[in-house]
């Protein structure tokens, strides 16, 4: 028996992007599919979206950017990151689009040119000319999910910065913006989070109509007894003061299940069950209410458990504990469900 097993569920991919397209309607939507699809896979993702209606990638590097062309021949595939010397070269081979942030725009390779309206990070204060490789203008907000007032201010300032340029293609929202803030919709939402059926807000993704694509199932590897006084896992955190009944599922740090989800809820054979005591590098520990046997199933994300919920235990975001689950084979078993 695998010791975990990560269902991808594309169904549920496909109708997160069918939400979204609905809410930005003549908008066109950019699935972002960097950090390998947020943990997802990014192919399989890349390859349902666009089947859906997305209408172009996103990703970090050229190195991802690479991985996608073989795949995905005349789609096209925006780096957002920052691109050296012999990347710019791989980029024009591969007919990539680059996001530029200074005035250095590269010749003979489409080029996005990013204007800092208040991220304070990449980006050219304002545009003073665009040079024919320059097809798009966008900008990146700060505080989408948390402060539209200060979303909206960086909206105007990109209107204002952008205004004589119209006939590029302009660009500023990601998943909160697209859901939440209709000013910012421009020509192209740049969507990530919200594909992969996951708030940007941090609530139950079920209150912007998505549903979580991720799905992470394990079982218990050993049920026993604590007799009061008696402890598990390092450090002696969880220390019985009655006899309990505790349950070892075979999922630790070195899966992605971190270390500071201690306290956080999981599902023992379909009930809600609390994670006690230290999350080792290979194991938890969940406390029992009787005796269950060895191999009931346990979920620890999707069926009604949270990636939201974990997050707020581990004082994170949701974006970084998909990021963090462990995909490879020598770690758990990856199901793909394409219906
Ligand atoms: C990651 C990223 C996005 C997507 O953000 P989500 O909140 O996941 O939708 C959009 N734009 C840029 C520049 C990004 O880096």
Redesign the pocket.
Known sequence: MHRSEITIDLGALRRNVRRLRAVLGRTALWA?V??DG?GHGAIDVAGAALGEGAQAL?V?TVGEALLLRREFPGVRILV??PSSGREIAQARDADLDL?VTDEAVPEGVRVHL?IDTGMGRWGLPEISASPAEVVGL?S?LAT??SDPDFARAQVERFTAATEDFSHLIRHV????A?LRLPESHFDAA??????YGLS?FGEDPAADGLEPVLRWDSHLAQVRRLEPGESTGYGRRFLAEQATWIGIVPVGYSDGFRRDMTGTEVRVGGEPRRVVGTVSMDALAVELDRELPVGTPVTLVGHGVLVEHHARVAETIN?ELVCGIETSPSRARRVVLDA
């Open positions: 972002v960097k950090g947020y996103c970090a957002m990151g996001t990013k966008m990146h989408a999910d929202a990601n998943s909160a697209a740049r969507c990530g989070i919200a594909l940007p974006y």
